[in-house]
């Protein structure tokens, strides 16, 4: 990156972290409103204002958003659930921040709303609307578990937590692992984005009972494979 471009996504980076704290006020109270800065993504956090999350300025992006980032990051992510800390429930918008010179995504608005006192207050008028006349209930039919986005406050709590679901979800426990094993826990977490961040090949290593070298030698089998057109 030259210091020209460099210099242009700072100015944006600036832009945006200006607006951040009149924009979770103008939002109000449980809004949080964070502004990542996508060439940096060990710590991405650059602005941050309200404390829905409880991060600060320097933390690392979200799973989420990590994993989006490492798809292209093509399209804004408008209006979806999530979970927050402490189980309470949330709705999240990721907008997309391009360089308009060359295209690059560099910055990520995010905003984080917690909704839980709404859901709750939403719950109670259904309650009070119900007739029950003739069996029939207001009570909608339950709703599929929003995902949990993870908002980490350091970037080891990151990678932990995505190698740990990752080892959870192969549902093989590690000392019973055979290579196929391991080499498909890697590609997930390649998939994942984990390995955008510095020192991620240790904690795998370490987490999978191999050497970094080993992890390497995944890599390097998968990215063959990809080559290939065989994964």
Do not use: W
Request: with cysteine; aromatic share 4%; glycine share 8%.
């Amino acid at each position: 990156m030259s210091d020209v471009e460099s210099g242009q996504n700072r100015e944006i980076l600036d832009l945006l972290a200006g607006i951040s704290g009149p924009l979770a006020q103008a939002l109000g109270k449980g809004c949080e409103v964070v502004v990542h800065d996508l060439t940096n993504l060990e710590n991405s956090v650059y602005a941050i204002a309200g404390g829905v999350t409880g991060r600060s300025v320097g933390a690392p992006p979200t799973d989420l958003l990590l994993r989006h980032v490492v798809d292209g990051a093509a399209e804004h992510a408008i209006g979806y659930r999530t979970e927050l800390p402490g189980g309470r429930s949330g709705r999240s918008s990721t907008i997309i921040i391009r360089n308009p010179r060359t295209d690059e995504a560099v910055a990520a608005l995010c905003l984080n709303i917690d909704i839980t006192n709404l859901e709750q207050a939403q719950g109670l008028l259904r309650s009070l609307l119900d007739t029950g006349i003739d069996g029939a209930s207001s009570e909608p039919h339950a709703e599929a578990r929003p995902p949990r986005e993870a908002f980490p406050h350091t970037v080891n709590e990151l990678t932990t937590h995505l190698v740990t679901e990752v080892i959870e979800a192969a549902g093989v426990p590690v000392h019973l692992m055979k290579k196929a094993h391991k080499v498909e826990v890697v590609a997930e977490l390649d998939r994942r984005g984990v390995f955008q961040v510095k020192e991620a090949v240790e904690e795998v290593a370490n987490s999978l009972q191999v050497t970094r070298f080993t992890i390497y030698n995944y890599l390097n089998e998968l990215h063959a494979r990809s080559q290939e057109g065989l994964s």
